[in-house]
């Protein structure tokens, strides 16, 4: 068998055994519906509460905040959606940045042709929110500031800290998308100030299918999914039981080796950036060098494409993913890589990593090998490499 | 994703390279949309085609056809050259996703483009050949930079 290394764990990552072995009881034992009063229900019900238990403490939320969805998109949606209705008697007016992920930057734009205002962030060279650009674009009418804990191609970490504050200086209510931060950052709701809060559970070695959105207690906002009485009428629907233990355990798991995970991660990214720089001239490392997630690695080769790129390591067993147009289905390159100021050709030549724990540094030397290798070859074979050293 | 065709063509790709002093050479596409293919041509005295070299920056369809493109017009007179459609490229790939044809149509340009090129260089009308328009100026890529 070809060696397989997996280098996309920001995409999804691997379902802890721990965590499957956890769920499994959930579909042939204890399959009863939480809502029902008869006893072979109870220690469902109770499996859903201490899960629920579990991630609120993970975050210093209270229990009854927790929400849980089928995934970060649903929070996003539920969040930026429920919150503008709700609070639409106030304003109409929405801040964003434009390195968000599609299920908010899409679900802004919806709400725009419905009504809605909303102000789109720059960035800085690193992909971080400028907070002077923040505090100039309140407006009076201003109801719902949704900024990113951490961005899902570039790793750059906001300051949701000095976000919180602004917002809450003035009253407004701050929704952060934490699906790439959540159980690899240490997040507190109240330390930050944090309204609403939008997680995912598969990003942590945890069940596809499955997220939560935290809602502060106060926090007007109506329900997404109406029918009968879960999540306290909010989210209508019988619960994914197997989902939501599955994703107990994950968090729990997620927290108890965060810190350790995060350092050793850390190391191989900084490993694996290094050797790349020191030895293939034209690259560059995109996102912010140090206030980035511990398991992002994002880089732009000159002068090649990013799916070719892909392609090639592919069939070296690497698997990476790329901003470039070809791997998007549209023409143009990742909207972040190009809020960060690259020229579209260099962010088409975009490569992102993202590692988990049980990669090593072996793995790492052979990943940096095999780019060296296929850079090379796709550069011999590319007029823009041609031009640019017969002009230098 | 891609046949397997097209993946021996992206991953053994033929007659890659530049040829000095060629009799044609064109350049068609555009940095800001991802794909720039490079076709140079060393075209004799009957106008047959020697040689045909590219260069190409894009994905894994780009490269191909670029690949295929330059099977095709090996050895062929110019005429024949000219029928080489993006179609004949697609086909002889066992075909392309659909979000993939605009690649094909890329890698018949270059040619048009290298064709145009040595017929300006000589004087000479290759029927049908009109002057192609997406030749990319330096103009631009400059700018890029």
Redesign the interface.
Known sequence: MKQQIYLDNAATTRTRPEVVEAMLPYFTEYYGNPSSVYDFSAPVKEAVQKARETIASTIGARTEEIYFTAGGTEADNWAIKAAAEAYRDKGNHIITSKVEHHAVLHTCQYLEKHGFEVTYLDVDETGTVKLEELKKAIRPTTILITIMFANNEIGTIEPVKEIGEIAKEHGILFHTDAVQAYGHLPIHVDDLNIGMLSASGHKINGPKGIGFLYIRKGVKIRSFVHGGAQERKRRAGTENVPAIIGFGKAAEMAAGSMEERAIKEARLRDYLISRVMAEIPYVRVNGHRTRRLPNNVNLAFQ???G??LL??LD?KGICGSSG???TS?S?D?SHVLLAIGL???IA?GSLRLTLSEENTKEEMDYVVDTIKTVVERLR????????FMKNK | MYTEKVMDHFEHPRNVGEIDNPSGMGTVGNAKCGDIMRIYLDIDENQIIRDVKFKTFGCGAAVATSSMATELVKGKSVQEAMKVTNKAVMEALDGLPPVKVHCSLLAEEAIHAALWDYAQKNGIEIEGLVQPKSDISEHEEEEEY
Do not use: K, T
Request: aromatic letters at 8%; charged letters at 20%.
């Open positions: 002068f090649i494409e799916e070719s392609i090639l069939s470039s147009a070809c289905g023409l390159p020229p579209h050709e088409h011999n074979m590319s007029p823009l490499y041609e031009d």
